[in-house]
């Protein structure tokens, strides 16, 4: 069973810091490609950032890009967003999600971040 | 950036009634249109892509249709199971979402 597992999430200032993980089982990790979304309260899903299953190409929205950095571990079957210079407007639920052709079929529950003083 | 705009965003009906929700996209997306369903605590369910295609297990009730900018999804009959949060999403640039809509029980 494909299994996609977020931590990280929290209660963090204005224009700090954060590393989420998402941790994937019952799948090959390293032959997909892995997405994040994020759905501030209240709003609809965004995408924030994807990244090829060899790490290779990797592309971001408008919203985050020069701020959040994409990566993945194959050996460990893990997907990381660094969160950089947080904003209010980046507070929400955070999910991951594996993609085949350009599909999400498998998304993680999310874990939570705060942006506020 | 590809705006995808959803509508209704609540919808009350009843069991058995035929329900359509509707998707427009900012500019031609082509067929690269997915319909999603989430439930309250689960992780979203993909239900057709590329516009017209039933993933493997969903029901045959549910259908979708349209091309370009217009899309929509239907079912046909509505059951108990499928009240839920329904989404768009268009995938011929990245990928970009609907606002979602709530059906419930009238």
């Known amino acids: 069973e494909v299994q996609l597992v977020e931590s990280g999430g929290g209660l963090v200032q204005p224009g700090g810091s954060l590393r989420l993980s998402c941790a994937a089982s019952?799948?090959?990790?390293?032959?997909?490609?892995m997405n994040w979304v994020r759905q501030a309260p209240g709003k609809g899903l965004e995408w924030v950032a994807y990244?090829?299953?060899?790490?290779?190409?990797?592309h971001y929205a408008d919203s985050v890009k020069g701020r959040f950095t994409i990566s993945r571990d194959n050996a460990k079957s893990s997907l990381y967003l660094q969160m950089n210079s947080l904003r209010a407007e980046d507070a929400g639920v955070y999910s991951c999600?594996?993609?085949?052709?350009?599909?999400?079929?498998?998304w993680g529950q999310g874990t939570l971040v705060t942006v506020s003083s | 950036d590809i705006q995808m705009t959803q509508s209704p965003s609540t919808l009350s009906a009843s069991v058995g009634d035929r329900v359509t929700i509707t998707c427009r996209a900012s500019?031609?997306?082509?067929?690269?249109l997915a319909w999603y369903q989430q439930k309250p605590g689960e992780a979203p369910n993909l239900l057709i892509y590329?516009?017209?295609n039933l993933e493997n297990g969903v029901p045959s009730r549910f259908s979708g249709s349209g091309s370009g900018t217009e899309f929509t999804l239907t079912i046909s009959s509505l059951q108990p199971d499928d009240f839920a949060i329904y989404f768009c999403q268009q995938y011929n640039t990245f990928w970009t979402f609907g606002q979602g809509t709530k059906v419930e029980i009238k």
């Open positions: 019952g799948f090959t990790f390293s032959s997909y490609e």
């Open positions: 500019q031609s997306i082509n067929s690269w």
């Open positions: 990244i090829s299953s060899t790490g290779g190409t990797i």
């Open positions: 590329k516009t017209s």
């Open positions: 999600a594996r993609i085949s052709l350009q599909l999400w079929r498998n």
